[in-house]
């Protein structure tokens, strides 16, 4: 299989879909890698890297989708990628369509396979290409928002940590899965008061087990977050449901019960955000406010420490990437049904039923277009 890898081009996207490790391991099984110059830069990897794996260097990326039956990507593909699409190529790649209905919309007219890194599960219920992000996205939370809170920024000027005879910062963690438990760990380990609220008791449980004491557990409820908040100094919002749309866990009028100053840092924010006055930012301008508290709300959060994302991801998708380009994306779908969890459109079918639900779209069962 020819597989194509371009270069990212959603604002201050630095992470490349294929390592030259990973192309190494594609060309030993016999497959073709092409690559659009200058791909890999951003995470540290020059076009020389990718020769010495043996792929080859294409000049632009309408060069990579015409002559590519898979394209691997990281982010979600852009209006003018998306055009670039056809009839029977794979997508391989993070869409997080829930909240995206232009997208969505341009993926069913290309007809062509796309398949979402964020579906894929594994044996344990996980989502393995989603994890390594998460952990990512997870420990810049607190970094991030600790910024946000630094006055030049619009923030109330407290340090998370605080000093001797002056209190750290309050943060609360909504979600303690990945993402909230990568976040609980920075924001530990830099000195703030940690609370992490979860509807699993098991999983506050084994929270309060590896923490040791060193945070507090809160179910979470309507009521418990309300009561937070008038106390919280940063609020990270870290919960997800597997390819839908992410709940809304602050209204705006919640807002008024936090300090003027207090920051939102929204790691949900791909999935539609899980605070009501989120709205995507990037890397260049990260933040803004309303009603007096900060958002933080970049879209590609790991992409601000590209090589560090782009190896974790690839350790993460190669395997998978090999198996479509082994035996072609519906056999490895059939013999995998964790990879069938990622199958999102084929052909013009919707076929993941989460985001039907939350677009307002027909979808079909991803095993009746693979048994097809």
Known sequence: MK??????????????GITPNAAQEAIARGHEIVVQSGAGVGSGFDDDAYRDAGAVILDSAEEVFASAEMIVKVKEPQSSERKMLREGQVLFAYLHLAPDPEQT???????????????????????????????????LAPQSGAWALQKANGGSGVLLGGVPGVRPANIAIIGGGVVGAAAARVAVGMGANVTVLDRSVPRLSYLDDV??????????????????????????????????????????????????????VDVAIDQGGCFETSKATTHQDPIYEVDGIVHYCVANMPGAV????????????????????????????????????????HAGQLTYAAVGEALG????????????
């Open 3 to 16: 597989i194509g890898c371009p270069t990212e081009i959603k604002p201050q996207e630095f992470r490349v």
């Open 105 to 139: 919309k341009d993926l069913l007219a290309s007809k062509a396979t796309c398949i979402a890194y964020e579906t894929v599960t594994d044996k344990s219920g996980g989502l393995p290409l989603l994890a390594p992000m998460s952990e990512v996205a997870g420990r």
């Open 361 to 372: 779209l027909e979808s079909v069962a991803p095993e009746d277009v693979v048994n097809a």
């Open 211 to 264: 923490f040791m004491g060193r945070l507090t557990t809160q179910y979470s409820d309507k009521g418990a977050v309300i009561e937070l908040l008038p106390r919280m100094d940063m609020v990270i919002g870290a919960v997800l449901i597997p390819g839908a749309a992410a709940p809304k866990l602050v209204s705006r009028d919640q807002l008024s019960l936090m300090k003027p100053g207090s920051v939102l």
């Open 306 to 345: 590209a090589r560090t994302s782009t190896i974790a991801l690839g350790n993460a998708t190669m395997p998978h990437m090999l198996a479509i380009a082994d035996k072609g994306w519906k056999r490895a779908c059939a013999d995998d049904p964790h990879l069938m969890k990622g199958l999102n459109v």
